[in-house]
């Protein structure tokens, strides 16, 4: 009886057959004329109040027994976080933007039961002012190729069944049944798939030397420590569809020779941890993990490691000795982790989106994959648009597009008709690039070449009101507390070069200052230990090179030309436009503005300190930022 | 045939490496014979004479570090086309090498490191000595009191020569500090007094107290005391 219970609940396959017979036997199941309900549960939309809509969702589904009719489900990141909570109602797709838990029975009603659309929860087109109804009209998404981010909004995370119905584990089988692991790297490195960490360094060739290196035990390693302010598409990966991470990780094992390996992944993110759990416990009860991989002979293990939130850990010598329970400080690579890596074995680091790349070249082939992108950089990147932008989210785009499409015509441009000054690239030891640079193509040489890099794909957008020395003053004091501390160039430069910014800022600058932290950009550059301090100087150097005018006025005239730093600013009321309403003297905290009624009022600067509430509560353009 | 370089005034003509386990290369335009699986600094090191390296975070009794990037060199591995500075310490040996110890560019990249290990402690002997050597007069930067450069080299000698790990770098980036657990003013039990953190520290930042017992460098007020502090309460750690 025991044993007959275990076989009925017993979910392993065994063979290529078992795993196309279940896919065959989900897809039959399915009932298509049940009308799919996807809410984005991916971070964004969850902070913006997700997880209300899906309770209210699951609650009136049960309520008025819509199950049959309904096909819920709660997905990944679909990338327009701006737009939050966004649900998608199929198989049309219609696309309902801010939505909240109020708005449910509604849509149950109108939409779900009766086909009719709810205009107001529709997306406008601020250009045009059109209401779009379907997904694949928004111009947001239409612009994008959503390789790996499509599946997103698609499948529920927490369930494999929905991969496998997707297509999922097919790669994985071709790759057990139809390649040999020498077929596979070869595939890999045809496809001109580059790193997607930072560092661009061609994926095959990386495998290629892993697979040659000696030794009996080597590790898979993927690297989830994405730290860069501003930056979450690895989250959203992991968190939204972890089965494809993970096929590539089993993949890039068998080419390699690997049998155990390791999700190094951040404890601040806690819902892409969860995701990724459920996921591997599903895929070693669906037989793709453990032992005998799909009737193959093939073993692999993998095991997640929760990282204590160090940025420099997401450089790969530092997480590996965290890895080993040791302090996350980087090492010399003088030595290649392909030779001496995890425990002094054989290793294989790939980024989250490197090793979702991996499945998608296996199936269609590399042939395929190679013809997205641009000469020296194939495929798709992911970005995440954020900063001064309307349409802040995940976006897809083949390698190649120019900056000036992704920021206008799928980022919708500058909110509140102000004019774009920069975008910083490859977090924080990235560079930002000016607006005559805008039409150059996005690849990892090009934005190299203008002093800048492809880094993890970030990407910080930045208006007229930003101040470029305040900017770089930003990214290198998170530097300086995020370096390991390990060298002296970066822990000792950094900190003086974070010193010398904070006297720029305060308006207490010298000119030759300038010179120092050059020299200081060069000692980082030549002589620290790792990837990170080498590159540390780069915010400086590049907001020196393009924006060398606004230091000059700050060290010169003690003046910041975008009215950001607080030491060099002072708010003024034009007597002319004052009406003396009194609504800057009451929102003042320090009670620094007094003046009769109905006459102008004036700011006390001995006590202001400059916070900036007068100015903005002012509705008559009366109190002047200088 | 080609005249090596073995130490001091000497060279000699050695026909043939005498078994494979050699490497020859050259440093400072002279042709070098050492046996594989060494690095640089070792190398140059065995070689009194020949260069002349500095290091602050090296000590042949522990595992090499990389964290003062003093012993910075240039080397070249296509044939002199181009050179990349590599921290000598820790790079191996490899056949058919150049190895630049001392030029300008390396010395220009010494001295900057030199000026910041002097910002941070302006009162140390070997430091200063070091000022004085590559011409730094004054630090352009606003200047500390320390006496400690987080060489690292006490933590490591106390595990891998002793095997107590009694003390720890702790924290990161500009917190960085050497510390013992849980921020104790007086090393525990954990320390077996024997001193070999005070022996190997290069600047002399770590002293012998009365109790037998090393005197780490104190450099902030640890974060658990900035928490006592702001309660009221006394921790177990505080002094007094």
């Keep these: 009886m025991v044993e007959q219970v275990k076989k009925l609940l017993d979910k392993k396959l065994k063979s290529v057959e078992e795993l196309e017979k279940l896919r065959k036997s989900i897809l039959n199941n399915q009932d298509t004329s049940r009308i799919t309900v996807s809410v984005c549960g991916g971070t964004g939309c969850r902070a913006s109040g997700a997880e209300a809509v899906v309770e209210a969702f699951a609650e009136e589904i049960e309520k008025r027994e819509l199950q049959v009719k309904i096909d819920f489900k709660e997905t990944g990141c679909h990338g327009f976080c701006e737009r939050g909570?966004?649900?998608?109602?199929?198989?049309?797709?219609?696309?309902?933007?801010?939505?909240?838990?109020?708005?449910v029975p509604e849509i149950i009603n109108e939409t779900v039961l009766q086909g009719k659309v709810v205009k107001r929860l529709l997306y406008t087109d601020p250009a045009t002012s059109e209401e779009i109804t379907y997904e694949s009209d928004v111009p947001f998404y239409n612009r994008q190729t959503r390789l790996i981010l499509g599946a997103n909004g698609e499948i529920d995370p927490t369930d494999i069944e929905q991969y496998i119905a997707a297509g999922g584990y097919s790669a994985l089988s071709k790759a057990l049944f139809q390649m040999n692991p020498d077929k596979i790297v070869n595939e890999i490195t045809q496809s001109g798939l580059r790193g997607r960490g930072g560092g661009g360094f061609p994926t095959g060739r990386k495998w290629q030397s892993c697979r040659t290196s000696e030794g009996?035990?080597?590790?898979?390693?993927?690297?989830?420590?994405?730290?860069?302010?501003?930056a979450y598409q690895d989250r959203s990966i992991l968190e939204g569809n972890p089965h494809s991470v993970i096929e590539g990780m089993i993949i890039g094992a068998y080419a390699i020779g690997a049998h155990r390996g390791y999700i190094y992944v951040r404890n601040e993110y806690p819902l892409a941890v969860e995701h990724a759990r459920i996921a591997l416990d599903q895929?070693?009860?669906?037989?793709?993990?453990?032992?005998?991989?799909?009737?193959?002979?093939?073993?692999?293990?993998?095991?997640?490691?929760?990282?204590?939130?160090?940025?420099?850990?997401?450089?790969?010598?530092?997480?590996?000795?965290?890895?080993?329970?040791?302090?996350?400080?980087?090492?010399?690579?003088?030595?290649?982790?392909?030779?001496?890596?995890?425990?002094?074995?054989?290793?294989?680091?790939?980024?989250?989106?490197?090793?979702?790349?991996?499945?998608?070249?296996?199936?269609?082939?590399?042939?395929?994959?190679?013809?997205?992108?641009?000469?020296?950089?194939?495929?798709?990147?992911?970005?995440?648009?954020?900063?001064?932008?309307?349409?802040?989210?995940?976006?897809?785009?083949?390698?190649?597009?120019?900056?000036?499409?992704?920021?206008?015509?799928?980022?919708?441009?500058?909110?509140?008709?102000?004019?774009?000054?920069?975008?910083?690239?490859?977090?924080?030891?990235?560079?930002?690039?000016?607006?005559?640079?805008l039409d150059t193509p996005v690849d990892f040489d090009e934005l190299t070449k203008l002093g800048s890099m492809m880094g993890s794909g970030g990407m910080i957008i930045m208006d007229e009101d930003t101040c470029m020395v305040d900017v770089a003053r930003y990214f290198i004091n998170f530097l300086k507390g995020e370096s390991c501390g390990k060298c002296v160039p970066c822990r000792e430069g950094l900190a003086?070069?974070?010193?010398?910014?904070?006297?720029?800022?305060?308006?207490?600058?010298?000119?030759?200052?300038?010179?120092?932290?050059?020299?200081?950009?060069?000692?980082?550059?030549?002589?620290?230990?790792?990837?990170?301090?080498?590159?540390?100087a780069n915010p400086v150097i590049s907001t020196l090179k393009y924006f060398k005018d606004e230091y000059m006025a700050h060290i010169n005239d003690k003046k910041c030309p975008a009215g950001v730093c607080r030491e060099l600013i002072q708010y003024n009321i034009d007597p002319e436009k004052c009406t003396g309403c009194g609504l800057c003297a009451r929102a003042c905290s320090m009670n620094a503005i007094s003046g009769e009624k109905k006459e102008p009022h004036v700011i006390n600067q001995n006590v202001c300190i400059k916070c900036g509430v007068c100015y903005d509560s002012c509705k008559f353009g009366a109190v002047i930022k200088q | 045939m080609t005249k090596y370089w073995i130490s001091g005034e000497k060279s000699v003509e050695i026909t043939e490496a005498e078994d494979n386990n050699t490497v020859s290369f050259t440093?400072?335009?002279?042709?070098?014979?050492?046996?594989?699986?060494?690095?640089?600094?070792?190398?140059?090191q065995r070689m009194p004479g020949i260069g002349d390296i500095p290091a602050l975070c090296y000590h042949p009794a522990v595992r090499p570090y990389g964290a003062c990037r003093l012993c910075t060199v240039e080397v070249s591995e296509d044939g002199g086309k181009s050179y990349k500075f590599v921290a000598s310490c820790l790079y191996?040996?490899?056949?058919?090498?150049?190895?630049?110890?001392?030029?300008?560019?390396?010395?220009?990249?010494?001295?900057?490191?030199?000026?910041?290990?002097?910002?941070?402690?302006?009162n140390t002997k070997i430091i200063k000595e070091l000022a004085q050597e590559y011409g730094v007069e004054k630090p352009r930067f606003s200047v500390g009191d320390q006496d400690c450069i987080l060489c690292g080299l006490c933590v490591r000698a106390c595990q891998e020569i002793i095997g107590k790990s009694a003390i720890s770098l702790v924290n990161r980036g500009i917190y960085k500090e050497?510390?013992?657990?849980?921020?104790?003013?007086?090393?525990?039990?954990?320390?077996?007094?024997?001193?070999?953190?005070?022996?190997?520290?290069?600047?002399g930042a770590i002293t012998m107290g009365e109790n037998g017992k090393p005197v780490l460098p104190r450099v902030k007020i640890p974060y658990a005391e900035i928490g006592a502090m702001m309660s009221g309460e006394k921790l177990s750690t505080s002094k007094g």
């Excluded at chain 2, 110890?101 to 302006?122: F, H």
């Design chain 1, 496 to 536: 003086k070069m974070s010193d010398i910014l904070n006297r720029i800022t305060h308006g207490e600058g010298k000119p030759e200052d300038l010179d120092t932290m050059m020299d200081l950009a060069e000692i980082l550059s030549a002589g620290a230990l790792c990837a990170l301090g080498r590159t540390a």
């Design chain 1, 216 to 230: 009996d035990i080597k590790y898979v390693l993927c690297n989830a420590d994405e730290g860069d302010p501003g």
């Design chain 2, 92 to 122: 191996p040996v490899k056949e058919g090498m150049i190895v630049k110890t001392n030029t300008e560019k390396v010395r220009k990249l010494r001295k900057g490191i030199i000026e910041l290990l002097l910002a941070r402690c302006p």
């Design chain 1, 283 to 437: 895929a070693i009860d669906y037989g793709f993990l453990g032992e005998n991989i799909l009737g193959s002979g093939f073993d692999f293990k993998v095991t997640i490691n929760k990282g204590g939130g160090a940025f420099v850990c997401g450089e790969s010598s530092a997480l590996i000795a965290s890895l080993e329970g040791k302090i996350g400080e980087p090492k010399s690579k003088y030595v290649h982790m392909s030779e001496k890596g995890l425990w002094d074995k054989p290793s294989l680091l790939n980024n989250v989106k490197t090793w979702a790349n991996v499945p998608l070249i296996i199936n269609k082939g590399a042939e395929w994959y190679s013809k997205i992108g641009t000469a020296g950089s194939k495929g798709t990147m992911i970005f995440s648009l954020v900063g001064k932008i309307n349409n802040s989210g995940l976006v897809e785009v083949p390698m190649g597009i120019t900056l000036r499409e992704m920021i206008y015509d799928i980022g919708g441009g500058i909110p509140n008709g102000k004019k774009f000054k920069a975008v910083q690239t490859g977090g924080p030891s990235g560079g930002c690039i000016p607006e005559e640079f």
């Design chain 1, 85 to 103: 909570p966004v649900v998608v109602i199929g198989p049309k797709k219609i696309f309902y933007q801010h939505v909240q838990s109020e708005d």
């Design chain 2, 27 to 44: 440093i400072n335009d002279k042709n070098v014979v050492v046996s594989d699986g060494q690095t640089i600094l070792e190398a140059v």
């Design chain 2, 178 to 203: 050497v510390a013992a657990p849980f921020y104790a003013y007086e090393l525990g039990e954990g320390c077996i007094g024997c001193g070999d953190c005070a022996f190997v520290c290069p600047t």
